[in-house]
């Protein structure tokens, strides 16, 4: 019995020293398993510029041009409404009262002066709603104030406006519709059963973009492709088996406002990459000051910049189609590669219509100088109010590859050519070969990075290269000129 339980002991012992012993392999094991990941997540950590951190944007000084910039001033002197908030807030109700026979051509293509424009703020202290009162102040005139202006057959008259909410397609149409007949087999003759709408410009202020949002997200809604083909050309067509409505030439502009939080909350991912969230101007808007008393702009001060706009609109009633002058269009070309480079992700399916945008703002700002000719002054300001709606986008959803490797990569470039042996090594060769060939493949479609064979004394090396900007622009020259359309 005693010598059992001594080898009862010895077997004990030894398991137990087994376990020991397992226990420090395995401790072992994982702590270099860790350090591992931890010199992996440092080797592979990004800089604040390879992450794209951008802060608030700034609207430069040639937004600020001529009406729209005394406008401004005026209307954020003693008020704590953000500058760009307001900017965009009369550029979009402007483009709706200059009308729908003002056009530009592009290609084939005829662009309006009517802009859609989304207010976003970091909270309810934003002060989104407090941009678009003096706006709508503006062009408030009551009967007898619109006598002034009145005694030419060819005057402008306000157009009309609606607080929203935005909910349906149907419900926009109707708004703007044409007449409709039809036929009564009794007299056997075409009735006109609904005049229609005869003014085609509306000018939607809706301070509840989230609730848009979330109406698009119904089963059958159509107001995400209405709002697309307004944007476009205005004509709209629904097939119905009912009543048909239809809608010629309608010349509709937006300006809505949300939260950063309700925005990243309800726009999803069909809404930002379809074409709809590209066609709204994003601004960022935040208070601008801290006003206990806010007062309203000064009587005379307000009465000549009513006067001014109801006179600009007089004139630009007379004109049709809108031109680049001879330097706008040297300048155009210059700009122009820049403004047609494709951005991957979420930031991309909300800025990839820059051209068309720029063009539309510039179109407002000639405008405003009672001109059809878009000069070089016209052209700067639009792009220094795109410049601020692409830094908005960039600081409301990030400036992010969709390919989560592609910065990293970018970055690595950026600093001399690479193999992609050299880019394999960068991720600890941690990285599978199909993701760092779609990682690639993503730049080289974006065209930031190209692939070079050099040739050797054996197989030729294959290397990634940075594409360098004049190299872009030369690929992009043959477009520069208004021969697309987009």
Known sequence: MKQETGEMKRELGEKSENTRTNNKIKLIHEFTEDSSRRKMVEETELTEEECGLVGWPTLKEEALYGYAGRFVKAATENSEADPAAVLLTLLTRFGVECGPDRYLMVGDSKHHPRIFSVIVGASSKARKGTSGKPVQRLFSFDSEEFDLYSDRSDCWYPSRSSPGPLSSGEGIVHAVRDPREEWNAKKRIQELVDPGIDDKRLFIQDEEFASALSCMKREGNTLSTILRCAWDNGTIDILTKSAKTKTTNAHIGINSHITSRELHKKLNETEAFNGFANRFLFCCARRSKIVPFPRKIDEKEFTLLRNQIAEILSEVHEFDEIILSTETMSLWEEVYPALTKDHAGLVGA?????????????????????????????????????????????????????????????????????????????????????????????????????????????????????????????????????????
């Open 350 to 486: 909300v800025v990839n219509r820059a051209e068309a945008q720029v063009l539309r703002l510039a179109m407002l700002y000639a405008l405003l100088d009672r001109t059809n000719v878009i000069e070089p002054v016209h052209l700067r300001a639009a792009l220094a109010v795109w410049d601020y709606c692409h830094a908005s986008a960039r600081f409301i959803f990030g400036n992010r590859e969709s390919n989560p490797y592609s910065r990293r990569i970018m970055a690595a470039v950026k600093a001399g050519p690479k193999s992609m042996t050299d880019l394999h090594s960068l991720f600890n060769r941690q990285l599978s070969k199909a993701d760092l060939d779609e990682a690639v493949q993503e730049l080289i479609a974006q065209g930031t990075v190209e692939l070079v064979k050099e040739k050797t004394n054996g197989r030729p090396k294959t290397t990634i290269k940075l594409v360098e900007q004049s190299q872009r622009s030369t690929q992009s020259s043959d477009k520069s000129r208004l021969n697309t359309d987009y």
